[in-house]
């Protein structure tokens, strides 16, 4: 500042007074060297601030994230079963639970007809049906042995002219089904397993 003013000496008063500027002008300066250091600092405590700010932020949503999580989440089997072994009640409760959810959403027809199937009484029967006289084995060889036969049959009266009855197939299914049991039972006694 002091390069664009012409300097006029009038005694010891004006060098007291270049001295005092120049003083002053090196005061500025260093203030303003201050100033800048101390926005420096500033701006970089504003900074870390911020950032542990937002990590703080951050740390609680997550808690908050993770314990709205577990109060929504249902527990898994292995879970539950770390409770204890499932009595029937449960299986009877869950059972119960599933079918009226699953009927809801079928047609009237259809779940009138599931009602009827899921009774006690008529799947008793056919799990007692299922397990002696109803064996897949057993279903498997009847209707091959009834194909067959039926066919054999069908191929001979046609060759010599005589009428099929309609009994032929029906008595084929019981002879391969009958076919079917026995070789269950075979190996139900042999290998002991079913």
Known sequence: MSDNREKISFGPEHEHSDALEKAGEKQRDQLRELHE?????????????????????????DQERKQQEATERQPSPAERRKDGPIGKSDRDASFNAT??????????????????????????????????????NAMLSGAVFAFVITLGIYLIAKYYGFVLTGFETIGAFIVGWAIGIVYDFLKVMITGRK
């Open 99 to 136: 079918m009226h959810e699953v009927q809801n959403q079928m047609s009237a027809p259809s779940r009138a007809f599931s009602k009827v199937i899921h009774n006690k009484a008529v799947e008793k029967v056919s799990d007692v049906a299922g397990s002696t006289i109803a064996r897949p």
């Open 37 to 61: 250091k101390a926005g420096e600092r500033s701006h970089e405590k504003d900074v870390e601030g911020a950032r542990h700010e937002a990590l703080e932020h951050a740390t609680k949503i």
